[in-house]
C-alpha cells in the first residue's frame, strides 16, 4: 500500500524533468577537469623523467623509426568512431553492427591493395608481419611438400623468417641461406644458381629494418618468374616509403605491418597473388575467415587505421621521401663534419633514406647508447639487443666486430623536424668525442700506430 | 584565377589549419601539421582549373576538422613531462 511520501518518491524518480535537471550544465560545470593521467614512468617530478636509473629532463627525441612510428592522427581520427559506437563484429551478417564494420572492413582492404597495385581480394588481414612472414614461409612450403623441398632466404632477413625456415629444417625441408656482398646488396647471380627444380619459395625482404638497404625486386622478380618459383618479399619497412608494384616486381607473396607507416601496433596484412594463383596451408585454423586463410575476428578498428594509413601514405609518399631525404642527408654531413671515423653500414645508393646505420670507430656502442639519453634511437634491432652479440645483419656484411659492436641505428620519419636532427647531432657528436677522449685505442691511432699490427698478449 | 572573395576563402582556411595547429600539445604533431599547412598550400598556388580548386579546397577543409578533433584528443592524454625539445625552447 503506497503512502504519499512513497508516491512522491516513486514519480520523482520516474519523471525525465527531475531527473534532468540533477544532470544540469551547471552541474557539469562544477565538476573538476579530468585528472592526468597516471604516470607511467617512474617518477616525474619538478620536471625531470627518471626510469631505470636515467633521469632526463624530458621525453627524448624519436629517432627509431624501423622499431615503431607513431599514430597519424588522421589514422586516430579514422580508428576512433570504431571503438567507441561503431563497435560490431565485422562477420555478423544479421545487423547494422556488422553490415558497417564489415563495409569499413573491406574499404581499408581496398586501400591497402591501392598502395601495392594490387587486387583488394588478395589481401588478407592478420596480426602483423611477423604473422604474415609465417604463413608465407611455412604456409606455402608445407601445401607443396609433396613436391617442393627447398627454400632461398637471405642471411640479412628479419628474424621470423629465419626462425620459421629454422623451424622447416626441422620438418626435412633443405634451407639455403645466400650471403650478401658487403653494400648489403643480394648476388643477383649466386640467388639465380641457387634454385633447384625442387625449390619452392624466395624470399628476399624488400627493405632491411637494420641497415635500410633496398634490394633489387625487379631483378629478383623476374629471376623467380623464368625460374617459376614463388617470390616472397617482407615489405614491413618498404610500404609507403618506396613504390611497390607487385606486378612489375613478380611478387607472389607479400608481409606488411601496419605499425611502421603511422598505424596502429598488432596489425598486418599478407598479400598472395591470384593469377597464377599461389596456393597455401593456413597456419590459424577456426571459422574461415579472410577466405580460410587466416581465421579469427577481423579486428575492425585496427584494420581500418592501416586503411587509413595506407591512405595517407599513398599521397605523401613523395612529400614525406623528398623531406626525409634532405633530413638524412643533413645528419650524415653534420656528423661527418665534426667526426673522423664514421662509417655507414650499408650500401648508400640502395637505401631507404630514413634508416642511416653509423658504425663510429674507437668507441663502445652501449656506453655510447647509455650517454644519449635525450635521443631514442637503437643500436642493432629491437629484436635482437637484448643479448650482447653484435647484430647478425651487420656480421652478414663482413663488419668488424669492433665496428659491429658501436652501430647506431638512426631511424628519421614523417614528423622528424630539423631542430630534432640538429640536437642528434649535437648530442651524438659530444657523447662520441667525451669516449674517444678516454679510449686509449684512440690515442694510440693518433700517435700513428696501426691498431690491427698490436699483438695482444696472450692469457 | 581565383576572385578576391575565393583568395580571401582560402587565406582563411590556412590561418584556421595553423591556428588549431598550435593547439596540439606534442611537439611532433604540431610541427608537421603547421609545416604540412604551408606547404601544402604551397604546392597548390598554381592551380588554374576551378574543380581542382575546389576540390584541394574541400580536403583543406576536412583536414580542418580531422585537426580539430584530434587537437582535442591529444590535449586529454597529454603526458606530463614535454620533449627534450620543448624543455630547451623559451
Same mark, same amino acid.
Given at each position: 500500500?503506497?503512502?504519499?511520501?512513497?508516491?512522491?518518491?516513486?514519480?520523482?524518480?520516474?519523471?525525465?524533468?527531475?531527473?534532468?535537471?540533477?544532470?544540469?550544465?551547471?552541474? +557539469?560545470?562544477?565538476?573538476?577537469?579530468?585528472?592526468?593521467?597516471?604516470?607511467?614512468?617512474?617518477?616525474?617530478?619538478?620536471?625531470?623523467?627518471?626510469?631505470?636509473?636515467?633521469?632526463? *629532463?624530458?621525453?627524448?627525441?624519436?629517432?627509431?623509426?624501423?622499431?615503431?612510428?607513431?599514430?597519424?592522427?588522421?589514422?586516430?581520427?579514422?580508428?576512433?568512431? !570504431?571503438?567507441?559506437?561503431?563497435?560490431?563484429?565485422?562477420?555478423?551478417? @544479421?545487423?547494422?553492427?556488422?553490415?558497417? *564494420?564489415?563495409?569499413?572492413?573491406?574499404?581499408?582492404?581496398?586501400?591497402?591493395?591501392?598502395?601495392?597495385?594490387?587486387?583488394?581480394?588478395? $589481401?588478407? !588481414?592478420?596480426?602483423?608481419?611477423?604473422?604474415?612472414?609465417?604463413?608465407?614461409?611455412?604456409?606455402?612450403?608445407?601445401?607443396?611438400?609433396?613436391?617442393?623441398?627447398?627454400?632461398? @632466404?637471405?642471411?640479412?632477413?628479419?628474424?621470423?623468417?629465419?626462425? *620459421?625456415?629454422?623451424?622447416?629444417?626441422?620438418? =626435412? !625441408?633443405? $634451407?639455403?641461406?645466400?650471403? +650478401?656482398?658487403?653494400?648489403?646488396?643480394?648476388?643477383?647471380?649466386?640467388?639465380?644458381?641457387?634454385?633447384?627444380?625442387?625449390?619452392?619459395?624466395?624470399?628476399?625482404?624488400?627493405?632491411?629494418?637494420?641497415?635500410?638497404?633496398?634490394?633489387?625486386?625487379?631483378?629478383?622478380?623476374?629471376?623467380?618468374?623464368?625460374?617459376?618459383?614463388?617470390?616472397?618479399?617482407?615489405?614491413?619497412?618498404?610500404?609507403?616509403?618506396?613504390?611497390?608494384?607487385?606486378?612489375?616486381?613478380?611478387?607472389?607473396?607479400?608481409?606488411?605491418? =601496419?605499425?611502421? $607507416?603511422?598505424?596502429?601496433?598488432?596489425? /598486418?596484412?599478407?598479400?598472395?597473388?591470384?593469377?597464377?594463383?599461389?596456393?597455401?596451408?593456413?597456419?590459424?585454423?577456426?571459422?574461415?575467415?579472410?577466405?580460410?586463410?587466416?581465421? =579469427?575476428?577481423?579486428?575492425?578498428?585496427?584494420?581500418?587505421?592501416?586503411?587509413?594509413?595506407?591512405?595517407?601514405?599513398?599521397?605523401?609518399?613523395?612529400?614525406? /621521401?623528398?623531406?626525409?631525404?634532405?633530413?638524412?642527408?643533413?645528419?650524415?654531413?653534420?656528423?661527418?663534419?665534426?667526426?673522423?671515423? %664514421?662509417?655507414?653500414?650499408?650500401?648508400?645508393?640502395?637505401?631507404?633514406?630514413?634508416?642511416?646505420?653509423?658504425?663510429?670507430?674507437? %668507441?663502445?656502442?652501449?656506453?655510447?647508447?647509455?650517454?644519449?639519453?635525450?635521443?631514442?634511437?637503437?643500436?642493432?634491432?629491437?629484436?635482437?639487443?637484448?643479448?650482447?652479440?653484435?647484430?647478425?645483419?651487420?656480421?652478414?656484411?663482413?663488419?668488424?666486430?669492433?665496428?659491429?659492436?658501436? *652501430?647506431?641505428?638512426? /631511424?628519421?620519419?614523417? !614528423?622528424?623536424?630539423?631542430?630534432?636532427?640538429?640536437?642528434?647531432?649535437?648530442? @651524438?657528436?659530444?657523447?662520441?668525442?667525451?669516449?674517444?677522449?678516454?679510449?686509449?685505442?684512440?690515442?694510440?691511432?693518433?700517435?700513428?700506430?696501426?691498431?690491427?699490427? $698490436?699483438?695482444?698478449?696472450?692469457? | #584565377?581565383?576572385?578576391?572573395?575565393?583568395?580571401?576563402?582560402?587565406?582563411?582556411? &590556412?590561418?584556421? &589549419?595553423?591556428?588549431?595547429?598550435?593547439?596540439?600539445?606534442?611537439?611532433?604533431?604540431?610541427?608537421?601539421?603547421?609545416?604540412?599547412?604551408?606547404?601544402?598550400?604551397?604546392?597548390?598556388?598554381? &592551380?588554374?582549373?576551378?574543380?581542382?580548386?575546389?576540390?584541394?579546397?574541400?580536403?583543406?577543409?576536412?583536414?580542418?576538422?580531422?585537426?580539430?578533433?584530434?587537437?582535442?584528443?591529444?590535449?586529454?592524454?597529454?603526458?606530463?613531462?614535454?620533449?627534450? #625539445?620543448?624543455?630547451?625552447?623559451?
Amino acid at each position: 500500500m503506497a503512502t504519499a511520501a512513497a508516491s512522491r518518491l516513486l514519480r520523482r524518480a520516474l519523471n525525465p524533468a527531475v531527473a534532468r535537471r540533477r544532470f544540469s550544465t551547471a552541474a +557539469v560545470a562544477a565538476e573538476t577537469p579530468p585528472s592526468p593521467l597516471p604516470s607511467a614512468t617512474g617518477e616525474e617530478e619538478a620536471g625531470m623523467v627518471s626510469m631505470k636509473g636515467v633521469r632526463i *629532463s624530458g621525453r627524448p627525441l624519436y629517432l627509431d623509426m624501423q622499431a615503431t612510428t607513431p599514430v597519424d592522427p588522421r589514422v586516430l581520427d579514422a580508428m576512433l568512431p !570504431f571503438y567507441l559506437s561503431r563497435f560490431g563484429n565485422p562477420h555478423s551478417r @544479421t545487423h547494422l553492427y556488422g553490415w558497417e *564494420s564489415e563495409s569499413a572492413v573491406e574499404a581499408a582492404r581496398a586501400s591497402v591493395a591501392a598502395l601495392v597495385a594490387a587486387d583488394p581480394k588478395e $589481401i588478407f !588481414f592478420t596480426s602483423g608481419a611477423t604473422e604474415s612472414n609465417n604463413i608465407s614461409v611455412k604456409g606455402l612450403m608445407r601445401f607443396h611438400r609433396a613436391r617442393k623441398h627447398h627454400v632461398i @632466404t637471405t642471411q640479412t632477413e628479419h628474424k621470423c623468417v629465419l626462425d *620459421s625456415c629454422r623451424h622447416l629444417q626441422q620438418e =626435412g !625441408f633443405e $634451407i639455403t641461406y645466400l650471403p +650478401v656482398r658487403p653494400d648489403g646488396l643480394v648476388d643477383l647471380g649466386h640467388l639465380a644458381d641457387a634454385i633447384r627444380p625442387d625449390t619452392g619459395l624466395v624470399s628476399v625482404m624488400a627493405v632491411n629494418n637494420e641497415i635500410g638497404v633496398v634490394q633489387p625486386l625487379e631483378e629478383i622478380g623476374r629471376i623467380c618468374r623464368e625460374k617459376g618459383v614463388v617470390f616472397h618479399t617482407d615489405a614491413a619497412q618498404a610500404l609507403g616509403k618506396i613504390p611497390i608494384d607487385v606486378e612489375k616486381m613478380g611478387i607472389g607473396l607479400m608481409s606488411l605491418s =601496419g605499425h611502421k $607507416i603511422y598505424g596502429p601496433k598488432g596489425v /598486418g596484412a599478407l598479400y598472395v597473388r591470384r593469377r597464377p594463383r599461389v596456393r597455401i596451408e593456413p597456419q590459424m585454423n577456426g571459422g574461415g575467415q579472410e577466405r580460410g586463410i587466416r581465421s =579469427g575476428t577481423v579486428p575492425t578498428p585496427l584494420v581500418v587505421g592501416m586503411g587509413a594509413a595506407c591512405d595517407i601514405a599513398m599521397k605523401e609518399m613523395n612529400y614525406d /621521401g623528398r623531406r626525409i631525404s634532405a633530413l638524412q642527408e643533413r645528419l650524415l654531413n653534420g656528423i661527418r663534419a665534426k667526426l673522423d671515423g %664514421v662509417v655507414v653500414n650499408g650500401s648508400m645508393e640502395h637505401r631507404y633514406p630514413g634508416n642511416l646505420n653509423l658504425s663510429f670507430a674507437y %668507441v663502445e656502442g652501449e656506453s655510447l647508447l647509455m650517454g644519449l639519453k635525450e635521443v631514442a634511437v637503437s643500436s642493432g634491432s629491437a629484436c635482437t639487443s637484448a643479448s650482447l652479440e653484435p647484430s647478425y645483419v651487420l656480421r652478414a656484411l663482413g663488419v668488424d666486430e669492433d665496428m659491429a659492436h658501436t *652501430s647506431i641505428r638512426f /631511424g628519421i620519419g614523417r !614528423f622528424t623536424t630539423e631542430a630534432e636532427i640538429d640536437k642528434a647531432i649535437e648530442l @651524438t657528436v659530444g657523447q662520441v668525442e667525451k669516449l674517444r677522449e678516454m679510449s686509449p685505442l684512440y690515442e694510440m691511432v693518433k700517435e700513428g700506430i696501426d691498431i690491427k699490427s $698490436i699483438q695482444w698478449a696472450q692469457h | #584565377m581565383a576572385s578576391s572573395a575565393a583568395r580571401a576563402e582560402v587565406l582563411s582556411l &590556412l590561418r584556421s &589549419l595553423l591556428r588549431t595547429a598550435t593547439k596540439f600539445s606534442d611537439y611532433n604533431i604540431r610541427e608537421y601539421a603547421k609545416r604540412r599547412a604551408i606547404d601544402g598550400f604551397r604546392d597548390n598556388r598554381g &592551380l588554374t582549373d576551378p574543380s581542382s580548386i575546389a576540390a584541394a579546397f574541400a580536403d583543406g577543409k576536412s583536414q580542418l576538422e580531422v585537426a580539430k578533433r584530434q587537437a582535442v584528443v591529444y590535449s586529454l592524454y597529454a603526458p606530463r613531462i614535454k620533449s627534450v #625539445m620543448e624543455a630547451e625552447s623559451p
